[in-house]
């Protein structure tokens, strides 16, 4: 096997005088968080060492192993995370004004390709998960009811896995749309591991979906903001490669693409037993965890009616029916177990796990919610609102253009949103650009942390159109 770039970088810049960017110029001596960054392997492109947006080298050799271990047509290294592969993956399935068909909780980087490509969204409302704050698996009867109702649909978005590891009968989705003459980008953003076997389930790649989305920094281990974009064709890669050269920066961090062509051939050569490592681990975790009592572990088994699987590297915890909230609960593994969770709601906390875990760490986590476990009571089930399924004014794209203030939410009742409100977790925006506001969307804006995108430093007051 040819040199990694890890050691082409390291075998060849010493000695060579930079009389170009970056300006630490590789002096790492200049300042700690240089020498401890790794500033002197820290370039952009520079002869010898290829070029991310018409790669012919080691980049090149690098996305053919990406392509060859998932199955793609071609893939491309991201180095703006899964948000610039999605951004490019959506320019280049769609024309100004399309349709497209979404799940509602889709990540806030399907909605900013939504605004940015000028189109339409339809939205797809899976039901909520039973005693957990999450919608559940999208099914083919829904997406039927969905493409019947928007036959003029050009595109479906997925998420799969779901940001809390809920996954969706991809192969009979995938080709729905396919016989609706519609294509299909899959958000997997956080499913990277799947579908290289070692126990996990089937990836998106293998699911026949145009394009699929990976955050490698999620779960398997590769720096933060790295991720992998795959085309299911070459006619698809070469658009999509047209409008990575858009969303992706002209100087990307070779530390960045270092850390990806490592992960690859980590897979390539270590995968099995590092798969084996983690699933054990997951094993052993649900052993010390299956005498919970209070405390409850998602899986297909205990919401069969609208989980359709799950990805086992995601620990969703419900703590519904108990005297404690999943935001207490996460500050307790924080404060008195020194465990920082993922997310927390309302019901629920989530624990996310990847390569990096070991029994270990996994055994930690089951003795720490033991304990907690031990402490809890029953308690009146918490009420959690139900998804608004509101007015659409105008596409977002429309609406962000447009002159904006911002009111008290007390009084933006039936006034046009402006900017997008989003709860978490799930992440699911109660209110979209260009959605008239609801009592009922309000009120959930109420019941849990809410992100908003212009008035930000003001969580009392929401951005509606002057
Ligand atoms: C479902 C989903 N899609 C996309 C993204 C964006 O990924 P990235 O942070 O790699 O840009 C996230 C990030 O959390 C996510 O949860």
């Known amino acids: 096997m040819t040199d990694s770039l890890y050691d082409k970088l390291a075998r060849e810049l010493p000695g060579r005088l930079p009389m170009h960017m970056p300006g630490h110029k590789r002096q790492a001596d200049l300042a700690p968080y240089l020498r401890a960054l790794r500033a002197d392997l820290d370039i952009t492109e520079i002869e010898g060492f290829d070029n991310l947006h018409a790669p012919e080298g080691i980049l090149r050799e690098g996305m053919a192993r990406a392509a060859r271990l998932w ?21 280049a399935l ?9 799940q509602r909780g889709s990540h806030l980087s399907v909605y900013h390709g939504v605004a940015l490509c000028g189109l339409t969204p339809a939205y797809l409302y899976p ?9 559940g698996s999208v099914t083919p009867d829904l997406l039927r009811t969905a493409l019947a109702a928007h036959p003029d649909a050009r ?10 590891g809920i996954l969706s009968d991809l192969p009979r989705l995938v080709n729905l749309a ?25 990836g998106a790649v293998a699911c026949g979906a145009d394009i699929v989305v990976h955050s490698l920094h999620k779960t398997l281990p590769s720096l933060t903001q790295t991720g992998l974009a795959h085309a299911a064709t070459e006619a698809v ?36 037993p590092l798969f084996a490592t983690w699933r054990q681990a997951l094993e052993a975790f649900a052993e010390r965890t299956a005498a919970l009592r209070q405390l409850r572990l998602l899986t297909p088994a205990i919401a069969q009616e609208v989980v359709w699987g799950m990805d086992p590297g995601k620990l969703m915890l419900s703590c519904a029916g108990t005297d404690i909230t999943g935001y207490a609960l996460h500050d307790t593994l924080r404060t008195r177990y020194g465990i920082d969770l993922e997310a927390a ?5 989530l624990a996310m796990t990847g390569m990096g875990d070991t029994a270990d760490t996994l055994l930690r986590l089951a003795a720490a919610l033991r304990e907690v476990d031990k402490g809890l009571c029953e308690a009146p089930m918490r009420h959690k609102g139900t998804l608004p ?6 596409t977002p794209g429309e609406a962000l253009a447009l002159p904006w203030q911002l009111v008290p939410m007390r009084e933006a009742q039936g006034r046009v949103c402006a900017e997008y409100a989003i709860c978490y977790p799930p992440g699911v925006p109660l209110a979209v650009p260009g959605e008239r506001l609801s009592a009922e969307a309000l009120t959930g804006m109420g019941e849990g942390p809410l992100l908003t995108t212009r008035s930000k430093h003001a969580p009392t007051h929401i951005a509606v159109l002057r």
Request: hydrophobic share 40%.
């Open 127 to 135: 039901p909520q998960v039973p005693g957990f704050d999450a919608w």
């Open 71 to 91: 199955g793609a047509a071609r893939s491309f290294y991201l180095v703006g995370g899964s948000t610039a592969g999605i951004l490019a993956g959506m320019r």
């Open 389 to 394: 399924q509101p007015e659409a004014v105008m």
């Open 155 to 164: 595109l479906l978005v997925l998420t799969c896995p779901g940001y809390e």
């Open 345 to 349: 709601g309302p019901n629920t906390a």
């Open 237 to 272: 890669g070469e658009a999509l490669a047209e409008q990575l050269d858009v969303f992706q920066t002209s100087s990307p961090s070779y530390l960045l693409m270092a850390s990806i062509d490592g992960c690859l051939r980590l897979l390539e050569q270590e995968g099995p």
């Open 178 to 202: 396919h016989e609706a003459g519609i294509r299909v980008l899959v958000d997997a953003a956080h499913g990277a591991h799947l579908g290289l076997g070692g126990g996990f389930p089937e």
């Open 94 to 102: 769609t024309r100004p004004g399309d349709k497209v068909l979404m």
